[in-house]
């Protein structure tokens, strides 16, 4: 399996990663341009072009949160420590 993580336009970078199972999380209505990991791996924040922040329990997958109101696409996302 292999981890995609897209920087600026036009570069992508591949890594393997290992991984007993994959999950989808579902609720973006739009495409998904940014994935990170909290610092603990214990959450997982998406954006996309929906234009939502939506944060996920990365053990399980359920959904903990919706943040709305942004004015454009999500292209970014990060923690901080």
């Known amino acids: 399996k ?3 993580r897209g920087g600026q336009i036009g570069s992508r970078t591949q890594r393997p990663i290992r991984t007993q199972s994959c999950r ?3 609720g973006h209505t ?3 341009f940014a994935v990170r990991f909290s610092p603990d791996g214990k959450v997982i924040a998406s954006g996309g ?3 939502t922040l939506r944060l996920w329990n990365a053990n ?3 959904h903990i ?3 709305t109101g ?3 696409f999500i292209e970014s996302v990060c923690f901080s420590h």
Do not use: A, F, I, P
Request: charged share 25%; proline share 0%; glycine share 10%.
């Open 30 to 32: 739009g495409s998904v």
């Open 65 to 67: 949160s919706t943040m």
């Open 60 to 62: 399980t997958g359920e």
């Open 2 to 4: 292999m981890l995609n």
């Open 49 to 51: 072009k929906d234009r």
């Open 70 to 72: 942004h004015w454009n």
């Open 24 to 26: 989808v999380l579902k």
